[in-house]
């Protein structure tokens, strides 16, 4: 069916056996927009026997050559920017200038892991007996890193490129094989990428894409005996993938509930272009958005005048226009958002902007005098709407961070630096950011959340380490 986007397997775009399709809503307009193949397991055994073949000798490939392929990927894709942020705007309604920027880092990503990849898998260790108690110096120990096998990379909505180029290029250069699993909406953005992967030149079956319903290939793909790594980002669902995976590694991101504290002797002007960048930037849909404001009672009023002079200056709109705020991604996310909103405002909160909602556009508003009674104060929206909580002292914020589930990141504005630190220290969180609102970049710093927002680390360096396991050779000597 030329209608419907095939799966990768094997170097080749196939056709599903199962004759089904999962469609794609245009966020902006409502109205379907592509279909994509709803694969079988049987098609999900295909792609992780084609991996696990193609992992085997890839394993034995020269670094150096595996380097020179995910280089000639990045050049790829951005030589293909226009086409794959295209299909972010009308997949995602992500604003045309952030969807360019999404596949620039992501070439950019790619050769930075290539080039950190030559540097950190060179590296072993050569080890002796004798400093152990009881030796003599008669063994001889060299350690080097050796790939995982097949690793399951699956990104979400909100980054489906990025966030899928970011597993699948560390697990590369390590020598490992990827299934890919990308989100429904962001799927044909993502599978651009993949035909990239494919202009590369990378062997048959080192990479296969299969798509379809959780329901159906889910649960099946993420406890498949042939996955030898799950990376994920993405929701709850994360959660329940922990939960039954099996003995693998497990490299989880799963949201946050980014506080960010304003201090009395903040910089207001620099906490609120902070603040309005990090919450209503690609309208709140991003794990690392500021999602709660703990500003002291004593500078609140100040700083939500300047959170409100600048919101009044965000664009509302289509993302072809370019537009600051677009639909949120689908209309069961609209939803959830009002009904955070609704019950904020019936339990006293106040809004600073009128509701105004069309479809799944929703308009930005900041929504003050919320009280822990109140489930915005601690449930993500993933929306344009930001709670302010107005605290008494330092100790009150802290204690909003370190009690809530989530604990992506966090940020702190103050000119103290001494007590930034100390709260830093205090905040229980992944990141805390000093001065700057939370967020994951540059990409080869560490990125991991604690409590419910994750598990392990990832960031560039952090992500072709967990990608790989330590194998040692010993050589006893008479
Ligand atoms: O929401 C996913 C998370 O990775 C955000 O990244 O770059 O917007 O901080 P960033």
């Known amino acids: 069916d030329g209608d419907v986007f095939k799966y990768y397997v094997d170097g080749a775009w196939t056709p599903t056996t199962s004759g089904k399709s999962v469609g794609i809503i245009n966020p902006s307009t409502l109205k379907s927009l ?19 073949a193609a992992q085997k000798l890839w394993a034995k490939v020269p670094l150096w050559k595996r380097a020179e392929h995910l280089h000639k990927l990045a050049a790829i894709m951005k030589d293909q920017k226009i086409t794959i942020a295209d299909c972010l705007v009308k997949e995602v309604a992500k604003c045309m200038k952030d969807a ?7 070439g950019d990503l790619i050769d930075y892991t290539a080039e950190e990849g030559i540097r950190i898998l060179s590296e072993g260790k050569f080890l002796t007996s004798d400093p152990f108690p009881g030796n003599e110096r008669n063994k001889y120990c060299l350690a080097s890193k050796i790939p995982l096998g097949v ?34 909406q962001g799927a044909v953005a993502t599978l651009h990428m993949v035909h990239c992967i494919h202009m590369a030149g990378f062997p048959n079956g080192l990479v296969n894409a299969i798509t379809g319903k959780g329901s159906e290939i889910g649960d099946y793909t993420t406890t498949h005996p042939g996955i030898n790594c799950i990376s994920f980002t993405g929701g709850d669902t994360g959660i ?4 039954k995976a099996g003995m693998i590694p497990l490299q989880m991101e799963l949201g946050g509930k980014d506080t960010c504290l304003v201090l009395e002797d903040a910089d207001l002007e620099l906490a609120a272009t902070h603040i309005v960048k990090g919450g209503y930037s690609y309208s709140g849909q991003r794990c690392t958005a ?13 700083l939500v005048k300047k959170i409100n002079e600048k919101i009044k200056k965000l664009t509302v709109g289509m993302p072809e226009k370019d537009c600051d705020i677009t639909p949120v991604i689908s209309e ?40 822990p009674d109140m489930r915005i104060a601690w449930e993500e929206p993933f929306g344009p709407v ?12 802290i204690h909003h961070c370190n009690a809530n589930n989530f604990a992506l990141q966090g940020c702190v504005f103050t000119k103290n630096i001494d007590k930034a630190i100390m709260i830093s220290d205090a905040m229980e969180s992944g990141t805390i950011q000093i001065n700057a609102a939370p967020a994951r970049g540059p990409d080869h710093f560490p990125f991991q959340g604690l409590r419910d927002s994750g598990i392990g680390s990832q ?20």
């Open 34 to 52: 592509f279909k994509i193949s709803a694969c079988t397991q049987d098609e999900v055994n295909k792609c992780v026997d084609s991996c696990k």
């Open 100 to 106: 360019m920027v999404e596949v620039v880092r992501s």
């Open 151 to 184: 690793v399951l990379a699956i990104p979400p909505f909100n980054y489906p490129v990025n966030l899928a180029v970011s597993k699948i290029g560390p697990a590369l250069i390590a020598g490992n094989s990827v299934l890919l699993k990308p989100p429904t």
């Open 240 to 243: 329940a993938i922990s939960k």
């Open 290 to 302: 500021v999602k709660v404001v703990c500003v002291m009672e004593s500078v609140a009023d100040e």
């Open 332 to 371: 069961t996310s609209a939803n959830f958002i009002q009904g955070l909103v609704e019950d904020a405002k019936e339990k006293g909160a106040k809004l600073h902007q009128e509701w105004k909602r069309e479809g799944n556009l929703i308009w930005p508003v900041l929504i003050d005098k919320v009280l």
């Open 386 to 397: 930001l709670p302010i909580i107005r605290i008494k002292s330092v100790e009150e914020g």
């Open 459 to 478: 960031g560039i360096i952090n992500s072709i380490n967990m990608m790989c396991k330590t194998k040692s050779t010993v050589i006893n000597l008479p």
